[in-house]
T-cell receptor, first 110, second 113 residues
């Protein structure tokens, strides 16, 4: 089983560039979410979705957009990358409380 | 007071030792609790849920103290493979809504031969 798949695993961007982190899950979970993890910080929720067509903001949504057109996919868009968005990004899906994470995407913004 | 607080460690223990981690939470309305494990440069994975009556899974025991608003994780007979960061996770709503999952910063455990 693939579980939660994130792409790309690594990305380097220049300030002001835009990009999309892809996330797909094959477990038919309604709930999906994006977190960022920075050194010395806990995982912080960026955006989440409780089902296709429904998204909501988490703790740190500024500078990011999401959409949920299908149950399987939940892409995260960086509109105009900034050095403060250098981080490791995790996508997760959930059923009944347990979060299943993707392997993470390491993003560096120069 | 931060919502979920953990001692960052690192906890350096020899193989075979017993080690305990505590985690405190500030929201008394919190209803579900979890411990996740994260290996270096990997994604977090669920280690165990924490139930009101306490629960055990092999060498791992989780306890919840609602009155004092903390949860604990006890690892007995530590193995080298237990070396990881342990994340305390608290959810304000039981079950469904995941929008209120709060992660602690994690406690790093290093088990030495």
């Amino acid at each position: 089983n693939a579980g939660v798949t994130q792409t790309p695993k690594f990305q380097v961007l220049k300030t002001g560039q835009s990009m999309t982190l892809q996330c797909a899950q094959d477990m038919n979970h309604e709930y999906m979410s994006w977190y960022r993890q920075d050194p010395g910080m806990g995982l912080r929720l960026i955006h989440y979705s409780v089902g296709a067509g429904i998204t909501d903001q988490g703790e740190v949504p500024n500078g990011y957009n999401v959409s949920r057109s299908t149950t399987e996919d939940f892409p995260l868009r960086l509109l105009s990358a900034a050095p403060s968005q250098t981080s490791v990004y995790f996508c997760a899906s959930s059923f009944s409380g347990e979060l299943f994470f993707g392997e993470g995407s390491r993003l560096t913004v120069l | 007071r931060k919502e979920v607080e953990q001692d960052p460690g690192p906890f350096n223990v020899p193989e075979g030792a017993t080690v305990a981690f505590n985690c405190t939470y500030s929201n008394s309305a919190s209803q579900s609790f979890f411990w996740y494990r994260q290996d270096c440069r990997k994604e977090p994975k669920l280690l165990m849920s924490v139930y009101s009556s306490g629960n055990e899974d092999g060498r791992f025991t989780a306890q919840l103290n609602r009155a004092s608003q903390y949860i604990s994780l006890l690892i007995r007979d530590s193995k080298l493979s237990d070396s990881a960061t342990y994340l305390c996770v608290v959810n304000t709503y039981y079950g469904g809504s995941q929008g209120n999952l709060i992660f602690g910063k994690g406690t790093k455990l290093s088990v030495k031969p």
